[in-house]
């Protein structure tokens, strides 16, 4: 048993150490390598691959328009709270939250669905 976890470990190592700096160090990494470049080099699929960096950039980047789209759901319910119209919400989601005319109108239309 203890064999394994030794192979398992070195295993790990040499998968870290390639997707860190994308050095080869055994057959592993080779067969993990090919793999990586059979991806990147097919087109279909290639439009599909990323790095971890660009995975990760995306996430933050959802997270960040996600968590915009709810301010702007409290933002638009508290101006209808104080009674202002659809149109001055709508300019004001212009001004403020650099959207556009469609983008503004249907942000108030969802966070009137939701109201």
Do not use: H, P
């Amino acid at each position: 048993m203890k064999g394994d976890a030794s192979k398992q470990a070195a295993l790990n190592q040499e998968m870290l150490t390639y997707f860190n700096d994308g050095t080869v160090t055994g057959k592993f990494s080779a067969a993990l390598d090919r793999a990586v470049r059979e991806v990147k080099n097919d087109v279909k699929k290639g439009e599909n691959y990323m790095t971890i960096e660009e995975y990760a950039a995306r996430q933050s980047a959802y997270a960040r328009k996600e968590g915009r789209a709810e301010e702007r759901m409290e933002t638009i319910k508290g101006l209808v709270k104080l009674n202002f119209t659809k149109e001055q919400i709508i300019d004001f989601l212009i001004q403020n939250f650099n959207l556009n005319q469609q983008e503004a109108s249907q942000a108030y239309n969802q966070a009137m669905a939701t109201a």
